[in-house]
């Protein structure tokens, strides 16, 4: 079983649309994380969750709103997304949030394509 | 400001041939770590190697070495005698210990090995 685990792998969806991606950890970390990952550009931290509590929010629109019931699983919910929004979403975990030594796990992503 | 810099957008070389991947960086810090991710086709980005900033010594593990060198600012990656399977985009990463600053990536050189 991976480590970090996300679903789906692809998703299609309309501006109109409303849906979810999931991330799954089997690590037993504290610190999970949503990164966008564009064509010719960096990765971008988009949320940071300890312990549940949102620690880092990095101006992302509101237009993606992110969930972390418990510290195995977080959700970012998507709706009227714009084309520029078509990216890969990358979910990540650590032992810990603020321990920047800290190497980073992370999930095989999901593909978002807005049409 | 933290900046990281991989000049080498894309290389492509013959299999068993050596490569070294670039990677610069900028900082006002003195205490910082440095990263290396794989990331392959299937999507996930795999931790490679962490440096801290007062660590100069140069690693080896297998094929792959890395060159750290505080004077020039720069942590280079060379992979020995390349197989295909090392096809993959590399990322080389930034954080600063004292700070409450996001880990910064750089854009990643996507490497290509030729059979």
């Known amino acids: 079983e991976t480590g970090v685990t996300q679903t789906p792998r692809h998703l299609v969806m309309g501006m109109t649309n409303k849906k979810s991606l999931k991330c799954e950890q089997h690590l037993g970390h504290n610190a999970m994380y949503w990164y966008k990952q564009s064509a010719k550009k960096p990765l971008e931290l988009m949320f940071v969750?300890?312990?549940?509590?949102?620690?880092e929010n990095n101006s992302v629109p509101s237009r993606f709103s992110p969930e972390c019931p418990n510290s195995s699983h977080l959700f970012l919910h998507l709706h009227t997304l714009q084309p520029e929004d078509s990216a890969l979403y990358l979910c990540?975990?650590?032992?810990?949030?603020?321990?920047?030594?800290?190497?980073?796990?992370f999930g095989s992503g999901t593909q978002l394509s807005v049409l | 400001a933290q900046k990281v810099t991989q000049a080498q957008t894309e290389i492509s070389v013959v299999e068993k041939e050596d490569v070294t991947l670039d990677c610069v960086y900028e900082t006002r810090d003195t205490t910082y770590y440095l990263f290396w991710y794989k990331q392959p086709p299937s999507g996930e980005l795999v931790f490679l190697i962490r440096r801290n900033s007062f660590d100069e010594q140069n690693e080896i593990s297998g094929r792959y070495s890395w060159n750290f060198q505080k004077s020039t600012s720069s942590f280079n990656f060379t992979i020995t005698a390349s197989q295909v399977v090392d096809s993959a985009v590399y990322f080389c990463?930034?954080?600063?210990?004292?700070?409450?600053?996001?880990?910064?990536f750089g854009k990643g050189t996507r490497l290509h090995i030729l059979p």
């Open positions: 969750y300890s312990l549940e509590e949102r620690v």
């Open positions: 990540a975990s650590s032992q810990e949030a603020r321990a920047r030594w800290e190497k980073l796990f």
């Open positions: 990463a930034l954080s600063e210990a004292e700070r409450d600053d996001k880990i910064i």
